[in-house]
């Protein structure tokens, strides 16, 4: 159970030998105070927000059981301001009263899924967090909390531990929760589904990238489970999945504490993640490993101070020797190709300079949008400093088949190449052993719509487009070169650039941020920094398309920002020079 001493704030020394499940011996370092200082701070800062609003009645579950967990660090907590504040007794009634009569009697929740085993597996993980902080703190104030707390904790144990699961990191999640569960309520089902769970391998590649490829799942959900039951069940061997993540985690940073997600199969391939999630990862596997690049991002991601950095004062208390001073810091890489085969994207960094190559899609396979496949046709991303440029994006004009996305990526001694054909067929008449007098044949796809034609028995003519893409690293930049051969058609190309900054040298073609490059060179500046893009190759007008499956439900895939097109026709080539100073 927790050391009372460290939450009463008192201590000068930790003992790390928690962070190595089955040491034989623990090693005693001396605590990092300006850690404790920030997350204090931050957790100090959250506070106030909770009173403000724990009242919401529109809260999930997993909502109101971190509430519950902000409070609750500041209670226990002996360095922080509200250490034993008895007004924070009578909101934590009201917030675990939530968690008590929210619970249906198989012991799950609703949290948009319906008795859901995962999403119970979210909130209980906090709720036993809640549980063994106050039992740690040993207050008679909290008495009534800890004991509605353990009767969750217990009534939710046996489903979770029989219970099923959606995604891959769902196992990893319901499996911390049972080792938490086990751990304070010891029961011999919970230890069992975790195995099992185990059993079937974690879903890592060798270069240390999990299935969903997703910064959100990996740093929010499958890092931390699985250090978790690592310390809980005595697991060592799955802190190495973790710290492989991690350190494609470094390749993956941008020089502003983003990580891309250019490749990933979950929500955020669309959307922005701060590597502020990794806090106490990347602070573990650097105790861990005494590896000093990671020592630098936990630094980093200390002094930057932005996002819920006092989330993790609980897993702080939880587990003190989190809070050993790091091993000395070593410059994370800066200047480096690096090739992830499993995603088919590369990631280059020239100091402030970074960029992303990617053909990986699974669209390319599997024609179809859904979270847990990677759809995004985003092939290339710049950044020089604060000049960012989100996107590069390609759509022909050809039979609605949207944008282009790569089946896979070459890479040779200096270039990277993406390339991708799309056929279409004109179907021809049926031969006459397949065709029926009553005209009812059966309902099948064409590639892009369904139909009762019965297209499978169909004989066909095709028209087809061949794109190939080809991204070299010059001195000052990239070029990208498009060769496109086939039917003729017209194409566009977006460049989609971060809002903040400043266009130069194109057309504006209305007031909601579109703007054509027709000939020379443009340029996007924030700052001191600056990209540079062309030549223009005409003024000719082409929409982008996403295709079919976007535009037949009113969906699109115009990005966020500053978006620039150039234009063309196909056969031929046009070679885009992208420039930073």
């Known amino acids: 159970m927790l050391r009372r001493t460290f939450l009463t704030g008192s201590l000068t020394t930790v003992a790390v030998g928690a962070l190595h499940p089955g040491a034989a011996h623990a090693e005693v370092a001396a605590v990092d105070d300006d850690f404790l200082a920030v997350l204090t701070k931050a957790n100090q800062a959250q506070i106030p927000l909770v009173l403000a609003n724990y009242l919401n009645a529109g809260d999930s579950v997993r909502t109101v059981a971190r ?57 209980i993980q906090d709720v036993c967090m809640l549980y063994a902080l106050l039992d ?214 020239r100091g402030a300079r970074t960029a992303t190559v990617f053909g990986g899609t699974d669209f390319w396979d599997l024609p179809v949008i859904s979270s847990g496949l990677s759809t995004n046709p985003t092939f290339f991303k710049l950044r020089n400093g604060a000049a960012i440029l989100d996107s590069v994006r390609l759509s022909p004009q050809f039979f609605s088949t949207g944008h282009f996305r790569s089946a896979g990526l070459r890479v040779t001694d200096k270039t990277f190449r993406l390339a991708s054909e799309v056929k279409v067929p004109y179907h021809l008449p049926l031969p006459k052993r397949h065709r029926r007098a009553d005209g009812q044949y059966a309902l099948t796809p064409d590639g892009r719509f369904y139909a009762s034609m019965d297209f499978g028995h169909r004989p066909k003519q095709y028209r087809s487009l061949r794109t190939s893409i080809t991204v070299a690293e010059v001195s000052d930049g990239f070029d990208l070169t498009f060769d496109f051969a086939g039917d003729a058609t017209a194409y566009a190309i977006e460049l989609c650039f971060r809002p903040g900054g400043t266009l130069a040298g194109v057309d504006a073609l209305d007031a909601v941020g579109n703007y054509q490059l027709g000939a020379g060179t443009g340029s996007y500046t924030v700052g001191s920094d600056r990209i540079s893009f062309g030549p223009g190759n005409g003024t000719a007008r082409v929409a982008m398309d ?27 080539r046009q070679v885009l020079q992208l420039r930073v100073s």
């Open 546 to 572: 996403p295709g079919e499956r976007y535009t037949y439900l009113g969906g699109n895939l115009t990005p966020d920002g500053l978006r620039v097109y150039l234009t063309g026709r196909t056969p031929g």
């Open 136 to 349: 740690a703190d040993g207050q008679s104030a909290s008495a009534a909390l800890r004991e509605r707390l353990a009767s969750v904790v217990k009534k939710a144990g046996p489903a979770l531990a029989s219970g099923g699961v959606h995604t891959p990191n769902h196992r990893w999640e319901v499996s911390a929760a049972l080792a938490r569960a086990h751990h304070l309520f010891p029961d011999r089902r919970y230890a069992a589904r975790i195995d099992d769970w185990l059993d079937e391998g974690i879903d890592a590649t060798p270069d240390g990238i999990y299935s969903e490829r997703s910064s959100t799942y990996a740093a929010e959900v499958t890092n931390p489970c699985l250090l978790t039951i690592a310390w809980l069940r005595n697991k060592p061997g799955l802190l190495e999945y973790v710290r492989r993540n991690l350190d494609v985690t470094l390749y993956l940073l941008e020089p502003n504490g983003e990580v891309d997600t250019t490749a990933s199969r979950r929500q955020d391939q669309k959307g922005i993640r701060e590597v502020w999630w990794y806090l106490t990862q990347f602070r573990e596997l650097a105790l861990h490993s005494r590896d000093g690049r990671f020592a630098t991002v936990a630094k980093g991601i200390e002094a930057r101070g932005t996002g819920e950095l006092g989330d993790f004062l609980a897993e702080v208390l939880e587990r003190p020797s989190l809070a050993a001073k790091l091993p000395v810091s070593v410059p994370a890489p800066a200047d480096f190709v690096r090739h992830y085969p499993s995603q088919a994207s590369v990631r280059v960094r």
């Open 67 to 123: 509430k519950a967990r902000r409070l609750v660090s500041g209670y226990v907590w002996g360095r922080s301001s509200y250490h034993h504040d008895p007004g924070l007794l009578e909101p934590l009634e009201w917030l675990v009263d939530q968690l008590v009569v929210r619970q249906h009697s198989d012991g799950l929740y609703d949290v948009g899924n319906l008795h859901s085993p995962p999403d119970s597996a979210f909130a």
